[in-house]
């Protein structure tokens, strides 16, 4: 079974519009890490974001925010006011407790940002 | 300060031969883990070496294998070459306290004839 679930292929957005990428994950440790990554076209994922399973509060940065909610085992990432240079890759990561030398990726969303 | 450096950054190698990856980690890293891409997926985790040492492998058959060298630097080997090994082949180097991101390099894509 899939331990991260970006069900969101592909989204296209005019530039200016915010748009929210959806991750969903499953566990059964109570102790986990989550992490965003972007991926350019150049291909190097770039880290975002890591929240640790106990602290689901929400968090912004810049034009970025992020929202941890362990009822629904989701953690979303917004952009707001999204610019060209957000078209990327996006990528949900989880990594476990019990496990955490191995990440696990979710398959991507595909961000195409048009002017 | 320097990020991860992986080589070469493509290749194109016949079914049946050998290939050979190599990383160097992010300075200050100790940590240096494979993962596998294919296109339109996520990354699939390989292994992982610290002090020299594999400390966990994915699902990947035993021609797959690597090496980490006393200054952190590391190789993944792949024999035997399939098909189904075309892939971009990210390194990612990171500390091995949990919860420490992964840090990658640009990958090297690999194209199997």
């Not at chain 1, 629904?72 to 610019?83: E, G, H, L, P």
């Not at chain 2, 016949?14 to 050979?20: A, D, E, K, P, W």
């Not at chain 2, 890293?29 to 390989?46: C, E, K, M, N, R």
């Not at chain 2, 020299?52 to 630097?73: A, K, L, V």
Request: proline share 4%; hydrophobic share 30%.
């Amino acid at each position: 079974a899939q331990k991260v679930t970006q069900a969101q292929t592909e989204i296209s957005v005019v530039e200016k519009e915010d748009v929210t990428l959806d991750c969903v994950y499953e566990t059964r440790d109570t102790t986990y890490y989550l992490f965003w990554y972007k991926q350019p076209p150049s291909g190097e994922l770039v880290f975002l974001i890591r929240r640790n399973s106990f602290d689901e509060q929400n968090e912004i940065s810049g034009r970025y925010s992020w929202n941890f909610q362990k009822s629904t085992s989701s953690f979303n990432f917004t952009i707001t006011a999204s610019q060209v240079v957000d078209s990327a890759v996006y990528f949900c990561a989880l990594s476990e407790a019990d496990n955490f030398n191995k990440f696990y990726f979710g398959s991507g969303t595909k961000l195409n940002v048009k002017p | 300060d320097a990020g991860v450096t992986q080589s070469p950054t493509h290749l194109i190698k016949t079914r049946g031969q050998q290939v050979t990856l190599r990383c160097s980690p992010k300075s200050g890293h100790d940590t240096v883990s494979w993962y596998q891409q294919a296109l339109g997926q996520g990354p699939q985790f390989i292994f992982q070496y610290y002090e020299e040492e594999e400390r966990q492998r994915g699902n990947f058959p035993d021609r797959f294998s690597g090496h980490q060298f006393p200054n952190y630097s590391s190789e993944l080997n792949v024999n035997a070459l399939l098909l189904g090994d075309s892939a971009l082949y990210l390194c990612a180097s990171s500390l091995v306290a949990w919860g420490s991101p992964l840090h990658f390099g640009n990958g090297t894509r690999l194209t199997v004839t």
